[in-house]
Nanobody, 121 residues
Framework: QVQMVESGGGLVQAGGSLRLSCVAS????????MGWFRQAPGKEREFVAA????????YYSDSVKGRFTISRDNPRNTVYLQMNGLKPEDTAVYHC??????????????WGPGTQVTVSS
């Protein structure tokens, strides 16, 4: 199982950008497909983006498609989320986690601390 620690969140104005990082422990990071998820206050956690263990393939939720880009660096056990064109509705705590390819739910209900993203209007 992979343990994750997220960073890179902050307060940004609408239209701005942030780059989130997620460092995973464990020697098998490259064996996992990885995803970003977010949870806004009072709402269920939702899927944001996923990247294959091979790095070649990605998919996104409709709400972030064209604005967010997921990437990963397997030797550094790190997955990134570049967020451009941020909107107030992107405000949430962002988490990374492993997932099965093609799915929008995590493999394990085991979460890191997350990183807070707040977008002001």
């Amino acid at each position: 199982q992979v343990q994750m620690v997220e960073s890179g969140g902050g307060l940004v104005q609408a239209g701005g950008s942030l780059r989130l990082s997620c460092v995973a422990s464990g020697r098998t990071f490259s064996a996992y497909h990885m995803g970003w998820f977010r949870q806004a206050p009072g709402k269920e956690r939702e899927f944001v983006a996923a990247i294959a263990r091979s790095i070649v393939s990605t998919y996104y939720s409709d709400s972030v498609k064209g604005r967010f880009t997921i990437s990963r660096d397997n030797p550094r056990n790190t997955v990134y989320l570049q967020m451009n064109g941020l909107k107030p509705e992107d405000t949430a705590v962002y988490h990374c986690n492993t997932l099965a390819w093609g799915q929008t739910v995590p493999l394990y209900d085991d979460w890191g601390p997350g990183t807070q993203v707040t977008v002001s209007s």
